[in-house]
């Protein structure tokens, strides 16, 4: 339906269709786009429409590729997944659905096989290697419950 836009904005569109075909995108990363290529805002509003029509955008899609790739190659926590999604515009129930869907046999056994393994590269004190375990993997965003419990293992 590209035929609703003049020449000079089927350019901008066809920019922001491959934008989006290259990886998948959320509706704050396409505005933010759109920005920086000096739209007006009523013919952002009208891309955005033919992108979601046309599924170019799609913000379910984003959040579940999203999820499974920081989870697998970033091993992120769940908390980190949340605070990143919430701050690209993502709407908490969407969150909530593909964090949920999260099986939690998977989950901890990449916290499992992360922490091990993080564990062996610790140097220092006893203290300084706890220290340090803590503060990485709360910044990944894992539950406190899961770092503590695995924290017994250093000594």
Not at 23 to 31: A, G, M, N, P, T
Not at 42 to 68: A, C, G, H, M, P
Not at 96 to 123: A, Q
Not at 138 to 145: A, D, I, P
């Amino acid at each position: 339906m590209l035929t609703n836009f003049s020449e000079q904005d089927k350019v901008i569109v066809e920019k922001i269709q491959s934008y989006c075909l290259y990886q998948d995108r959320c509706l704050k990363e396409v505005k933010k786009k759109l920005n920086t290529l000096n739209t007006e805002k009523d013919l952002q509003l009208k891309i955005i429409n033919y992108l979601v029509d046309s599924d170019y955008l799609n913000e379910e899609r984003f959040t579940k590729f999203f999820i499974q790739g920081k989870l697998r190659i970033k091993k992120w926590g769940k908390i980190k997944l949340k605070y990143e999604l919430k701050s690209r515009g993502i709407d908490s129930i969407t969150i909530d659905k593909y964090i949920n869907d999260i099986s939690e046999h998977e989950y901890l056994s990449y916290f499992e096989e992360y922490s091990t393994n993080k564990i062996n590269f610790l140097k220092g004190t006893i203290d300084q290697k706890k220290r340090s375990f803590i503060n990485y993997f709360m910044y990944r965003g894992w539950e406190n419950n899961l770092i503590y419990k695995k924290l017994n293992e250093i000594n």
